[in-house]
């Protein structure tokens, strides 16, 4: 599986940005799909995740009501609408694929298999 990220870019504090991870190759709809983020200096952390079936969610408690993520089944696209950015959402965001995930689990990175190469977000106060 790969996945490519994109759409990551420099915006002012309470604007919106709307990243895109494309998967190819070998994917299955039994994969979750993730976001996660890491800033400078700091560990990686999750963001958001959804399921290819049936399209449930989780999100990290610090992007709840900012950012929601969607998928598109015909074009194996997963996307991230972040809104209401703030200056510590700064970070490079990865996308990543997971198989045999759960509800408890979708936040752990080590659950995930396979992971996109990042796309930079800076957000500016």
């Known amino acids: 599986v790969q996945l490519q990220a994109s759409g990551g870019g420099l915006v002012q504090a309470g604007g919106s940005l709307r990243l895109s991870c494309a998967a190819s190759?070998?994917?299955?709809?039994?994969?979750?799909m993730g976001w996660f983020r890491q800033a400078p200096g700091k560990e990686r952390e999750f963001v958001a995740a959804?399921?290819?079936?049936?399209?449930?969610?989780r999100y990290a408690d610090y992007v709840k009501g900012r950012f929601t993520i969607t998928k598109d089944n015909a074009k194996s696209t997963v996307s991230l609408q972040m809104n209401s950015l703030k200056a510590e959402d700064t970070a490079v965001y990865y996308c990543?694929?997971?198989?045999?995930?759960?509800?408890?689990?979708?936040?752990?990175?080590?659950?995930?298999?396979?992971w996109g190469q990042g796309t930079k977000v800076t957000v500016s106060s």
């Open positions: 190759g070998r994917t299955s709809s039994s994969y979750v």
């Open positions: 990543a694929a997971g198989s045999g995930l759960i509800s408890s689990t979708m936040g752990r990175s080590s659950g995930y298999d396979y």
């Open positions: 959804i399921k290819w079936y049936g399209g449930s969610t």
